[in-house]
């Protein structure tokens, strides 16, 4: 058996690669930097993340891109050696692609792609006599797929992209990849939304440009009619054929911890595809999918070492698991300047504003997980802070932070739900070396902090405000570290020495 999700936490977009008996996979990142996190599989199942394809400001600018905004779906494919990772930066530039020899990067600087018209999703099928095909969304909720070829030699589309299917009728065709398969080119796209309306559907053609022909049994996944089961809004997936011949797919889902929200984002799941006698792909078998699936026809399992619960800091580079909101501000952070620390130089720019502020995050991954950090800060002047934040996005995330209030130094618990931020829970603290500490369940987390006289716990603070329901967009819940100052007043450095996440089961 395996468990899905098979990237649990905000991995939504999912597009995948074989090379030998290698898998590689990538997903949406939004506006996080760096950009669009590379997996490395060996078996489909289990999974280790080898670098991101969009590592400097020049390959991803994000400057002023709004929660949300950024980078959405990419596709990953390889060809004559070469690793092409096609996507859309929608707050800045349109569709673009990268180029590497080895997928943990170096990846080039983007080809950016003179098109027509506007379109997100692009893909690209390299097609047995040489051509290349660009294949993206076009004309919005009640649009289609549109596409052209391309040429590599000179980075543009050789022809203005034009529509070839809309779909069976369902909202926002999207998410398109064109396989060629025997011969016969199979168009899959996503409909209904990125919600619980969301589904697979399929159509194939003689051509590459259609005209193409319906699979009668569309929509081939989705769980719109299946509200009952513990994964929803199945859809954007992507197919992939094992060396012994067996298909797969991957896409992505949601889980709700109480049948209406979610707040991990939207993750990464795998199913087995059979093809039937009259050539149309079949999904698990028509059966909904499971959090416990069979393995049967997957490679021998190949397991990577489980990373260390605990980051020391004490590397030349931050680990693979953590990002920046936007481009980060030079100089806003080091892991140089105290020696095993990450070190935050708060400045005006907020965790409330389209800015870059002060902040390192990771992704939360498990309903039930516990996280800390051991922070040395010294606020100087009222209402400089650093902690920990539980972020959504500008308008939403809660606030575990060590400040001063006068002539005290207090650690306060703040929630911000729609815009809206709210003091929920303080206690005064001689100390300026702090273990902040949450605990998360599917309904809140639970915060506390230790200081040199204890442990103290400090309130609770609920999780359905951070759920794509009530905040909206198109990310999950990130747990990270900060620091921000609200005037142009000096401010201490913010030290970390430690952080600290493990799943507790969910």
């Given at each position: ?461 609920p999780t359905a405000p951070l759920s794509s329901e009530s905040a909206g967009g198109f990310t999950g819940v990130y747990i990270g570290l900060f620091a921000s100052n609200p005037s142009s007043a000096r401010m201490a450095p913010a030290d970390f020495d430690w952080f600290e996440y493990e799943p507790a089961g969910d």
């Open positions: 058996m395996f468990r899905n999700p098979i990237l649990p936490g905000f991995y939504p977009d999912p597009s995948l690669c074989r090379v030998a008996d290698d898998y590689y996979l990538a997903t949406s990142s939004f506006e996080y930097f760096p950009g669009v996190p590379i997996f490395h599989s060996r078996d489909l199942v289990h999974w280790r993340q080898v670098g991101h394809a969009l590592t400097r400001p020049s390959q991803l600018p994000l400057e002023g891109a709004k929660s949300s905004g950024g980078i959405f779906a990419p596709t990953l494919r390889e060809h004559g050696g070469v690793f092409y990772l096609i996507t859309t930066n929608v707050s800045s530039g349109g569709n673009f692609y990268v180029t590497a020899r080895d997928p943990a990067g170096p990846w080039s600087e983007p080809v950016w792609l003179s098109d027509d018209t506007f379109g997100i999703d692009p893909s690209l099928l390299f097609d047995d006599d040489g051509r290349v095909y660009y294949t993206r969304e076009g004309g919005g909720e009640r649009g289609a797929i549109y596409q052209a070829e391309l040429s590599l030699a000179e980075g543009r589309l050789r022809q203005p992209a034009r529509a070839i299917w809309s779909g069976t009728g369902g909202i926002w065709p999207e998410g398109p990849h064109l396989y060629r398969i025997h011969g016969t080119y199979y168009l899959l796209i996503s409909e209904g939304g990125t919600s619980t309306g969301h589904q697979l559907t399929i159509a194939r053609s003689r051509s590459a440009f259609g005209p193409f022909e319906a699979c009668p049994d569309n929509p081939i996944l989705t769980h719109s009619t299946r509200p009952g089961e513990p994964i929803q809004a199945t859809g954007h997936g992507d197919l992939v054929q094992t060396p012994d011949g067996r298909w797969w797919i991957v896409f992505l889902g949601i889980r709700r911890w109480d049948g209406e929200h979610h707040h991990l984002g939207r993750e990464t799941f795998l199913a087995p595809v059979r093809w039937s006698s009259d050539g149309w792909p079949v999904i698990n078998e028509g059966r909904p999918i499971a959090l416990e699936m069979s393995a049967q026809g997957l490679p021998a399992p190949h397991p990577w070492p489980v990373d260390a619960s605990r980051d020391d800091f004490d590397r030349p580079e931050l680990a693979l698991c953590w990002n920046f909101v936007r481009n980060p501000v030079p100089g806003s952070w080091s892991l140089n300047e105290r020696a095993g620390c990450l070190r935050l130089h708060g400045s005006q720019a907020s965790l409330d504003s389209v800015s870059s502020p002060a902040f390192v995050g990771r992704r939360q991954q498990h309903w039930r997980c516990r996280a800390a950090a051991r922070l040395l800060f010294e606020p100087e002047q009222d209402g400089q802070r650093a902690g920990l934040a539980l972020r959504a996005n500008e308008a939403n995330h809660h606030d575990l932070v060590l400040t001063r209030a006068g002539s005290e130094r207090r650690v306060q618990l703040w929630t911000r739900s729609a815009g809206t931020s709210k003091l929920i829970a303080e206690r005064a603290t001689d100390s300026t070396d702090l273990v902040l500490e949450l605990e998360a369940f599917p309904d809140r987390y639970e915060l506390s902090f230790r200081d040199s006289s204890g442990h103290h716990p400090l309130g609770a603070a």
